[in-house]
């Protein structure tokens, strides 16, 4: 049996733990530079504020009914996370567990009897609300696709299941399925969600009765006969290990406001080129390649219009690297050639990849003592902007004073990774 815990409404959960007079009142976060609304809690969607909406067309609804508002705190979020997936590690055994999102892991429960099923789903749901502090929903399935279906139900009606769903026979199955539209089937795209009901196809009952030809001819091949697979009980999707290294790494934010000069292109992507070498060093991998993107919307006048126009260069290294230092001075002579001058530029990014094991690269016989010292600096700098955050050392490339970050000017404190920002109890 497979399980998927999801975070209900994550970052405006997170926000609610630090402020308990919020519970039970309508709160949403938006996204970078404070654009759109990415979490609202039932009693915002209660008062029709928009998954995803712009901030400012929901604006009218959020003062009349006094919504409390915050930024993104993604310092606050990651640290949550990593507890609340550290919780259902010790529960179920690392190697049952499968990092989904920030807010959802999927978890292998083939050694639990059926007959305890539900008893252990209410466990890992109640131990992990009572040692995070964050509400999650559970959904317990013979399949991936099946768990995420539970669980979808499961919030839908929390009070009735008490964000728990357990589908372990055939007329649960069949029950659950009916009650739920193609187009929130986990792995049916719009595309072929509005496809499946002009065939008359409606919800995932009608959906797994289709034979798997059908599904090979119009569901993109094997990736619809394994749904189909999913939604009799077969389990076709495994679980991931938990130690596999991702084969790319990526650092892309827009930018706080139009950046125009080429200086703050190249802070900008210093700035980000050493997050993604931090990820790099974190999974103990070595990058061949990296490709330096800008996002422009081509306009020259100082007018905010969004019509993007994406562009990027690339370039490989001699031999693979995980220093931050070599890195960027790869980096920013590709950003020097992205820059035109005039353009308005929106965003930036960074992306390594050619990735491979960083014990698999050859040290030559005159540089091996100088490669080992800067190991051990990039070590020494890794532990003290963990432990510090903020880029406590930082390279001069990356800038100063970095006008061109995001905004964020409703963001609470991080509570749980800054010492001067710890949640004080009056």
Not at 380 to 408: C, E, P, T
């Amino acid at each position: 049996m497979k399980a998927i815990v999801d975070c209900n409404s994550f970052y405006c959960s997170c926000e609610r733990l630090f402020k308990p007079e919020l519970k039970d009142k309508p709160v949403v976060v938006l996204s970078n530079n404070d654009g759109c609304i990415i979490s609202r809690t039932d009693e915002a969607k209660k008062l029709g504020v928009g998954m995803a909406a712009p901030y400012y067309q929901n604006k009218d609804i959020i003062e009349k009914n006094d919504v409390a508002v915050f930024s993104s705190n993604y310092h606050l979020y990651g640290d949550l996370s990593r507890r609340v997936m550290d919780t259902l590690r010790w529960l179920v055994g690392e190697e049952n567990v499968e990092v989904y999102s920030v807010d959802e892991a999927f978890l292998s429960l083939d050694t639990i009897p059926p007959d305890q099923l539900q008893a252990a789903a209410v466990r890992i749901k109640k131990t992990v609300e009572e040692w995070t502090g964050i509400a999650v929903s559970v959904g317990v399935a013979p399949t991936k696709v099946l768990s995420k279906v539970a669980n979808r139900l499961s919030k839908k009606d929390k009070r009735g299941t008490k964000g728990v769903m357990v589908l372990n026979d055939t007329s649960a199955i069949k029950q659950a399925l009916e009650m739920t539209l193609v187009d929130d089937i986990w792995g049916v795209g719009r595309r072929y969600a509005m496809k499946l009901h002009q065939t008359g196809i409606d919800n995932g009952w009608q959906l797994s009765k289709m034979p798997e030809e059908w599904a090979r001819k119009n569901l993109g091949g094997v990736v619809g006969v394994r749904l189909i697979k999913e939604l009799n009980s077969i389990a076709c999707i495994p679980m991931k290990d938990p130690l596999e290294t991702k084969k790319m790494i990526a650092t892309t934010r827009m930018f706080g406001k139009p950046v125009f000069e080429v200086t703050e292109i190249k802070e900008a992507v210093a700035t980000y080129t050493a997050r993604a070498a931090e990820k790099l060093r974190r999974q103990f991998s070595a990058a061949t390649m990296l490709q330096v993107f800008v996002v422009t919307n081509g306009s020259r006048n100082e007018k905010y219009e969004y019509s993007p126009q994406s562009r990027y260069q690339y370039t490989t290294f001699p031999k693979a690297t995980a220093d931050t230092g070599e890195l960027i001075r790869y980096a920013l002579p590709l950003a020097e050639k992205l820059y035109q001058p005039g353009l308005k530029y929106l965003k930036a990014g960074v992306i390594l990849s050619g990735l491979v094991p960083d014990s698999s690269i050859q040290s030559s016989l005159f540089t091996r003592d100088v490669d080992h010292k800067k190991r051990y600096l990039m070590d020494a700098v890794d532990n003290i902007n963990f432990s510090h955050r903020d880029d406590m050392v930082k390279y001069l490339a990356s800038g100063l004073k970095r006008n061109w970050k995001m905004r964020q000017e409703m963001r609470s404190k991080r509570y749980t990774t800054r010492w001067d920002e710890l949640y004080e109890i009056m």
